[in-house]
């Protein structure tokens, strides 16, 4: 039997309710006695970001993380600096917000290229770029492997252990890993990765892998409803010394359309009973 | 530059016109001109598998595999049993047939199991139980590497480097990988591993993956249409000795629903141009 989960780690990312806008969310989540909320840089533009980073506070709240840097890989010069000085606004947004952590979805392959070992190196150079920012801004940056099947257009890190190699190869404590159930529950070398992440992880994200599966994007499950062991990677992340909240982000319409509340308290029940 | 592939590699797996019954697409393979067809399992119930086989050596073809054994793991221990016999009349129907390649889509997670270890124990035990049937038989089991957006439903073996490592624990020279672009095209340990394979590559398989992925099954693209760079996967395995036939494999309804001889110059076209 796994050891129970801590409801106080659990963190709200609000891309489980994208009908929501940063405030609806932000009350929904203290309403529900959460500690945590996990933020999306495209729902901050409607006031200043240190507005809501008050507000958030104020509401008893921390931010687990702010979603999302990367996307690095071009294959225009001009363009990779401008999405190099992106990841820097990012880095303030983060800071400005009151997170500590700016998780990075690193990019695809560039259109009109088939070169993914290319587009791999593009992802360690903007890292790279991005350090020093990061380092004076007192904000880490988490490399998030996502799941294979976005690997051509979302991002070239496919599994954790390449997301610990490039982590090892920009070689600073400022770059570390974003652990997603969804990403890589099915890696035959999950376990001897997290193991590898020790030291270096930034966050944890839970929500379920359906079956059949719905849908590429929009797929994703209630914890529970799927087949993913979370509580053993759940444990396996804790046994690093991850002690950090745990985001449930959850894209699936349903879930979506479901009342704010409602969703909270199904995630609240489903976190203690499978995380 | 990668040297050139030899057209008389290409195979025609009839899956990549869906619409065809084997004798349409045995006709169709021999008037385009081609040396190869690979055949599946659901296809030859209209006729006994041994006059499929004449009529196939007949016109001038050969079977580079027949597709699928495998889903093997189950819960309940008399429905495993059912499985593995399953697969070793599919040894039987690959003798008849004329080939000497039986590719393997393992399965994935018993359903009412989260035990994705244990779903890859039963692979193994299942790959061992059928290897004297297969030696007897001289047929070569190849297991296929699904990619891991099937790891819950169609197959836990989700690498190739998983496969090497089953391959390994059986034990047998019986059994080897099949290698498709489609399922390992996004791996970092892609190349180490088709080394790894030297000897024991049973089958090539060629597609494109397409960008935007336009869905989970139905969304493969001819050769030079999407992202993976072919034709250095092709050198690589080549280069591990691999010298036979080269099936491709496209599950895609506009594919399905075009005249198959259309299909087929299309298809001979983009593989020397793009493999």
Redesign the interface.
């Given at each position: 039997m796994p050891t129970p989960v801590d409801l106080s780690r659990l963190s709200f990312n609000q891309m489980t309710c994208d009908t929501a806008n940063l405030t609806q969310a932000i009350e929904a989540s203290a309403k529900a006695g959460l500690k945590w909320i996990g933020v999306w840089r495209h729902k901050i533009k409607d006031a200043p970001v240190a507005q809501f980073g008050k507000q958030i506070r104020d509401a008893g709240l921390g931010v687990s993380g702010l979603c999302r840097g990367g996307m690095f890989p071009s294959l225009n010069p001009a363009d990779r600096q401008r999405r190099i000085e992106d990841n820097l606004r990012a880095i303030d947004e983060a800071a400005a917000l009151g997170t500590d952590t700016l998780v990075m979805v690193c990019g695809?392959?560039p259109q009109g290229?088939?070169?993914?070992p290319g587009a791999?190196r593009m992802v360690v150079d903007g890292l790279a770029a991005i350090v020093p920012h990061a380092k004076a801004a007192g904000v880490r940056i988490g490399i998030e492997p996502l799941?294979?099947?976005y690997?051509?257009?979302r991002s070239?890190v496919?599994?954790l252990?390449?997301a610990n190699?490039m982590a090892d190869q920009v070689g600073s404590g400022q770059v570390g890993v974003v652990i997603d159930v969804y990403h890589v529950?099915?890696?035959?070398?999950v376990y001897r990765e997290i193991e590898r992440s020790r030291g270096r992880i930034f966050g944890f994200h839970v929500c379920d892998?359906l079956?059949?599966?719905p849908h590429?994007l929009m797929g994703r499950g209630m914890m529970g409803d799927?087949?993913?062991?979370i509580a053993r990677l759940r444990e396996a992340v804790d046994a690093q010394g991850y002690t950090g909240p745990i985001e449930c982000e959850i894209f699936n319409q349903e879930v979506w359309d479901a009342p704010i509340d409602q969703t909270m308290a199904r995630m609240k029940h489903t976190f203690v009973t499978y995380c």
């Open positions: 695809g392959i290229s088939r070169d993914l791999r799941h294979p099947m690997a051509a257009d070239v496919s599994t252990g390449l190699d529950w099915w890696d035959p070398q892998w079956v059949p599966t590429m799927g087949i993913i062991e």
